[in-house]
């Protein structure tokens, strides 16, 4: 089915592959009920002010989002090298992401859901570097033999959650890149609690023990679609410091807290391309009771 969705999608040029993915989206989202109850209920949370048109714009909008990005990935196949910088705008690689790197650390990626989070795999050739991203395996093998084949095809390296262990620590030591998604509900044993949107989110705390261990830079970058552009353009903020306070655990949940702080802003400013159908306030604190 994947494969089919894809080989269709790709018949059509880029822009109209995108346009009917984006119309695809939105049908779709009229028959996944629970999933649209979900995102009503994360606006809620997030916006307690908005209207209920204000929210059900924004629904439409992600999955409108979460459409285009299929026509987007189907066309990967057909893209090459040499086309990849007219197709994907980079902004604040010069100011942010060259100086931060060193060779013995490093530089630590985040990123979250947003326009199209598969747009990074596309950036290895086009700026010179091997991109190591952490990705979660799909179940279905021959779909996740298909999809890694997608993401791997620029030069992009993928390491599945299961099987990252020590090899996050040594690509950073060994002066690599490595990406990683940090806008997502954590469990109690893998995250802390911190502000999003006003309420306490439990986030993974992973990226922030890596980054302090191996003392990489930590930049934000997100890959959204500008329309009046008409290409994604992705975002590389400054790089996060942290004043150290002498203690490991409350360096861990003050830059989990300013990691997430950035991730909040991206969601403000781009609302309609955020992956709302997410659970993100699932875990509660202990004792708390649950806000789904």
Known sequence: MVRFVFAV??????????????????????????LRKTAARNLEIAYPDKTEAE??????????????????????????????????????????????????????????????????????PSFGYKLNILVRR??????EEFVDSIRTRFGAVTIGKREAGRNLFTILQNGGLLGILADLNAQHKDGVF????????????????IALRTGAAVLPAFAVWE?????????IEPKIEIEPSGSNQEDIHQLTQRITEVVEKYVRK?????????????TRPKGEESLY
């Open 270 to 282: 781009y609302p309609d391309q955020w992956l709302w159908i997410h659970k993100r306030w699932n």
């Open 138 to 143: 799909i179940d279905n093998p021959l779909v």
């Open 55 to 124: 929210k059900r714009t924004i629904i439409s909008g992600v999955y409108g989002s979460l459409g285009r990005q299929l026509g987007f990935i189907a066309h990967f196949k057909h893209f090459e090298p040499e086309d990849l910088k007219d197709l994907v705008e980079v902004r604040g690689a010069e100011e942010n992401a060259f100086p931060a790197y060193d060779p013995e650390k490093g530089v630590l990626f985040i990123t979250g859901h947003f326009g199209s989070w598969e747009v990074f795999s596309l950036l290895p």
């Open 9 to 34: 999608l790709g018949v059509f040029p880029l822009n109209a592959s995108m346009a009917i993915g984006r119309w695809f989206g939105r049908a779709v989202s009229r028959l996944i009920p629970r």
């Open 227 to 235: 329309e009046d552009k008409g290409r994604y353009v992705v975002y």
């Open 194 to 209: 911190v502000d999003f949107f006003g309420v306490s989110a439990c986030t993974t705390a992973s990226i922030a023990k």
